[in-house]
């Protein structure tokens, strides 16, 4: 009993820290922050050089809007939702952006569908039951899902995007 217990905290361990890592190589957070001084700099200079062009009573309103998009242009995701100034395609990047963090959570639970499925497994050898594939079936549909949603959204926004 106590060597099944241990080989599986092991399993789960080992997943665990392998999708720790991951994470941390990908960013794995809902809304992209800035880190770097260049970067914040960039958007306070930008919120600021806007707000000048705004009170200025000499600006015509259509001047200080293609200003506002040539700006918004010229941000990466992460600063145009620091700073408030986006146009009509951060919608669809923060999409992406989004849809690529659901993708690695779901990449986390079939990981732990596919130690579950061993752990089923193993306690049928153990045990001597009949052993069941649901669990394995479960945890590959659940990876194709994930597969072709991706791909989807891929195609998708490559066909907006471009």
């Known amino acids: 009993m106590t060597k099944k217990i241990y080989i599986t905290l092991l399993l789960i361990f080992s997943q665990i ?13 809902i809304i992209p922050k800035i880190d770097d001084q260049a970067s914040q700099a960039k958007v306070v200079n930008t919120v600021e050089s806007l707000q000048k062009i705004y009170q200025n009573p000499d600006t015509a ?7 506002y998009n040539q700006k918004s242009e010229q941000l990466t995701l992460s600063e145009q939702l620091a700073s408030g100034v986006m146009n009509w395609d951060t919608i ?3 999409l992406v952006y989004f849809i690529r963090f659901l993708s690695q959570i779901s990449l986390f639970i079939w990981g732990l569908m596919v130690i579950y499925a061993g752990y089923k497994y193993a306690t049928t050898v153990f045990t001597g039951e009949a052993a069941t594939n649901q669990p394995i079936k479960r945890a590959i549909e659940w990876i194709l899902v994930v597969i072709f949603s991706y791909a989807i959204m891929r195609i998708v926004t490559a066909m907006f995007l471009s």
């Open 61 to 67: 309103k259509a001047g200080f809007w293609q200003t």
């Open 17 to 29: 820290s392998i999708f720790w890592v991951f994470a941390q190589e990908n960013d794995f957070v």
């Open 92 to 94: 669809l990047d923060y």
